[in-house]
């Protein structure tokens, strides 16, 4: 259980790091509010188009009477909004940091450099770190969204839906989202997607310290863009102990990662 409140202290050390390095936050919020403000953009067209496309999408009702049509096409709509407020929150940070990876990069590279020690560099060209990053997040997503069914399924069990599917919902956000925040660091060093999951599963209560509650204040998206900066910082500073050699003299050292294949 130690894990947990070592991970939640990555983060606040993450907050730490770009409060005290003033410069480094605002570029780090740059990413952040163009991707709010293009969500911002796409949610306000589904809200006032809903309507229209639900329409669109069931002529057979046009000939139902009152209150029967207004009924099912407003749930409908309800369903329609309520599913693009979701892929919302489950996106935003994959997008953020596939719009900000530039930034983002750059910012871990510094809390690298600030920290000591060697500063990784993937050596990539930017196209090919953007289609790593794209295609990584796109499988992360797609885990996601799977679980997500499962969950939903799940949440209409009674008692059991309400209590500890809620919680298993907010640990997995919480695992994922702790994925892509690592993997700006992680791709730097050279750890393909399998590992990095590899890596952080192996630290699971570490991973949902970090992660868990990063996701309860992401549900709000304008606390998100303030507070990735130094997620991005806090998820780097847990790379670097993750990755590190142990020392060997200290009592109860665990095993470093190892990078090597087979």
């Known amino acids: 259980m130690r894990d947990l409140g070592v991970g939640f202290g990555y983060l606040v050390k993450g907050q730490r790091w770009v409060t005290g390095h003033g410069r480094w936050f605002g570029f780090g919020l740059l990413p952040g509010l163009v991707a709010v403000v293009l969500y911002a953009a796409v949610l ?11 329409a669109w999408a069931t002529p057979f009702a046009d000939g139902w009477s009152s209150p029967w049509q207004g009924l099912f096409r407003g749930f409908l709509t309800a369903l329609v909004v309520g599913f ?13 940091l596939l719009i900000g990876q530039p930034f983002y990069e750059s910012l871990s590279e510094q809390v690298d450099r600030t920290e000591g020690g060697d500063v990784p560099e993937s050596g990539l060209p930017l196209w090919r770190e953007l289609w790593i990053s794209a295609r990584d997040s796109l499988r992360v997503l797609t885990r996601v969204v799977l679980y997500g069914v499962l969950l939903f399924a799940l949440g209409f069990v009674p008692v059991v839906g309400q209590t500890v599917v809620p919680v298993i919902g907010f640990c997995v956000s919480g695992f994922f989202l702790a ?10 060093r050279g750890i393909e997607l399998k590992e990095r999951l590899a890596l952080l599963r192996g630290r699971r209560l570490l991973t949902l310290g ?9 549900v709000v998206p304008f606390v998100a863009v303030f507070l990735m900066p130094g997620a991005v ?30």
């Open 44 to 54: 306000v067209g589904l809200g006032y188009g809903a309507d229209d496309l639900t």
């Open 84 to 96: 693009g407020l979701f892929t919302a929150v489950i996106t935003f940070t994959a997008v953020t």
């Open 233 to 262: 910082a806090g998820a780097t500073l847990m790379v670097r102990d993750l990755v590190a050699p142990p020392d060997d003299d200290a009592p109860g050292a665990a095993a470093p990662f190892s990078l090597n294949k087979g």
């Open 210 to 218: 970090f992660g868990v509650p990063l996701t309860l204040a992401f």
């Open 179 to 188: 994925e892509e925040l690592t993997a700006v660091a992680l791709q730097r």
